[in-house]
């Protein structure tokens, strides 16, 4: 059984810039949330997808845009880089045992 | 719609000395309760849930956290705790079978020697 991993670990981009971060769920997970965690709060719920479609969606503007794949694998594409994006972005694969998702360790995004 | 207050933002502890962290929720529907653990530069990890039944919730690492629906809590305890237990904890709540989490603000605890 692997785990969930996300891709890259960290990176910096430019205010303007797009950016695409990646996500493998778990073995057998249908489900891929994902969250952003800005520094020093709790983690904010952006999208959710099941079977390749979006389930779901926080308060985040259209520029937050998300894929999920066959395999169910993620991407979260953020266009149009703020400053405010510097965060934590972290997935969470479910869809096995019920109520019990599966976190990433995150990728670590900074805005300059 | 649905609400986390985690009552905290830290609780400094010695090490094998008892701890509570506290969590008040907000739902006009039942709601699944979680406890995650965040340990530096690391994702979540799940600690406990309540989804219904026993009160009374016990997890891993030898924490456990109690259902209150008249006071609309789910505080998270643990009668001794270890240096590593030192970390950031969340308190959340999801819709049955959403698999989407709303977060409290997360809870700092320090265990000193």
């Known amino acids: 059984e692997t785990g969930v991993t996300q891709s890259p670990t960290h990176l910096i981009k430019t205010r303007g810039q797009q950016v695409t971060l990646r996500c493998s769920s778990q073995?057998?997970?249908?489900?891929v949330s994902w969250y952003q965690q800005a520094l020093g709060q709790g983690p904010q719920f952006i999208f959710q997808?099941?079977?390749?479609?979006?389930?779901g969606r926080g308060n985040f503007p259209p520029r937050f845009s998300g894929l999920q794949f066959p395999n169910y694998s993620s991407e979260l594409n953020v266009n149009a880089l703020e400053l405010d994006d510097s965060a934590l972005y972290l997935c969470?694969?479910?869809?096995?045992?019920?109520?019990?998702?599966?976190f990433g360790q995150g990728t670590r995004l900074t805005v300059v | 719609a649905q609400s986390v207050t985690q009552l905290d933002s830290q609780v400094p502890v010695f090490e094998e000395a008892p701890v509570e962290l506290r969590c008040n929720y907000s739902?006009?529907?039942?709601?699944?309760l979680f406890w995650y653990v965040q340990y530096p530069n690391q994702g979540l990890q799940l600690l406990l849930k309540?989804?219904?039944?026993?009160?009374l919730v016990k997890g891993i690492n030898g924490f456990e956290a109690e259902f209150n629906k008249s006071q609309t809590s789910f505080h998270l305890r643990k009668p001794s705790v270890h240096i590593s237990d030192t970390a950031e904890y969340f308190c959340?709540?999801?819709?049955?079978?959403?698999?989407?989490?709303?977060f409290g603000t997360g809870t700092r605890l320090q265990v000193f020697p």
């Open positions: 969470a694969s479910s869809g096995g045992v019920v109520a019990e998702a599966f």
């Open positions: 997808y099941y079977r390749e479609e979006e389930n």
């Open positions: 073995s057998g997970h249908n489900t």
């Open positions: 959340a709540v999801s819709l049955p079978n959403t698999d989407k989490l709303i």
């Open positions: 739902s006009s529907v039942s709601v699944y």
């Open positions: 309540y989804l219904s039944g026993s009160t």
